[in-house]
Structures are given as C-alpha cells and as structure tokens.
Nanobody, 124 residues
Framework: QVQLADSGGGLVQAGGSLRLSCTASGPSFIYYAVGWFRQVPGKEREWVSAISANGDLSFYADSVKGRFTISRDNAKNTVALQMNNLTPEDTAVYYC?????????????????WGQGTQVTVSS
C-alpha cells in the first residue's frame, strides 16, 4: 500500500518557477515508477513527466521538455517536479501517481495510487 501527498503548488507570474513535491508513505514506494499529470476542468488528465523506480530513467511531454525536471529521492520517499519558465498554459491541478507497471507511464488508467492534487496557477 502506498499513499501519496502532493504539495508545492501556488500562484506565480509567467516566467516564474515552482517546485512540486510528491511524498509517499510505505516502504514499497521504491518499487514504483512515478508520474506527474495535470488536469484542467473539462479536460482529461494530461501526462507531464515520469521517472523510473530507481530514478535512472525520466521522460517528459513535449510541452514541458526543457522547462520541467523530475527527480526522486528514495531515501526520503519523495519525487519532485521542478517547473521553470512557467506559462499560463501550465495552469492546472497537478497530480502525482505511482505505478508498478514497466510501461505505459503516460496512461493514467495504469497508475495504482494518486495524490490529492495541488493547484498551480500562472498569471500572465
């Protein structure tokens, strides 16, 4: 069993930065890949980034590549998403998820656990 807690969201001006954190409980967290997704009202949950269980592989959606960086510290059971050069189009509720699967990290239905979400608002 894994429980996830998202934090770090807030209001920032365009061009600014935020650092989101996903903190997990449970010793099995280190066996799960973690993904970040975002969702705006009326739209499907959109994949943003993912990192493998041991942190050696990371992937990004084209829309955030070069601006966002995902990292994890398994000793602290945390995964971070550093978001730089934010734009109003990045405004959404951001969720972290954990999946025990080896593929399909961009597919929300394949995730086993979710955080509660954290709101990111970027003003122009």
């Amino acid at each position: 069993q894994v429980q996830l807690a998202d934090s770090g969201g807030g209001l920032v001006q365009a061009g600014g930065s935020l650092r989101l954190s996903c903190t997990a409980s449970g010793p099995s967290f280190i066996y799960y890949a973690v993904g970040w997704f975002r969702q705006v009202p009326g739209k499907e949950r959109e994949w943003v980034s993912a990192i493998s269980a041991n942190g050696d592989l990371s992937f990004y959606a084209d829309s955030v590549k070069g601006r966002f960086t995902i990292s994890r510290d398994n000793a602290k059971n945390t995964v971070a998403l550093q978001m730089n050069n934010l734009t109003p189009e990045d405004t959404a509720v951001y969720y972290c998820g954990a999946t025990g699967g080896g593929t399909g990290w961009g597919i929300p239905a394949l995730y086993d656990y979710w955080g509660q979400g954290t709101q990111v608002t970027v003003s122009s």
